[in-house]
């Protein structure tokens, strides 16, 4: 997810935990994944998001632009689907 800032409104990015990791963490890998490795990676994203200072932005930023992949904000892309429907 390692995002460079692209305007004033995105400055944030910058400041992400994020920054310098893998992206393969924060999202699922071209082929198929076990149950089982899907969870972990996704544990070991969420652990780097609870650590993060502008998760809040990250992850209003993923409901405001829909984005439909990936581990932002500490959610996964099913779990952002059940915040924006409830």
């Known amino acids: ?19 310098g990791e893998g992206g393969s963490v924060f999202y699922p ?4 994944e076990r149950k089982a490795a899907r969870l ?3 544990q070991r994203a969420k652990a780097v ?4 200072a ?5 992850l209003e930023h993923a409901l405001t632009v829909n984005e439909r992949h990936g581990i932002w904000g500490g959610l996964t892309d099913v779990e952002r689907r059940h915040l924006r429907s409830a």
């Open 49 to 52: 998001c609870a650590t993060c």
């Open 29 to 32: 890998p071209m082929r198929p």
């Open 40 to 42: 972990a990676r996704e």
């Open 54 to 58: 502008v998760r809040a932005e990250c």
């Open 1 to 19: 997810m390692s995002a460079q800032p692209t305007s004033d409104g995105e400055r944030w990015q910058a400041r992400a935990a994020c920054q």
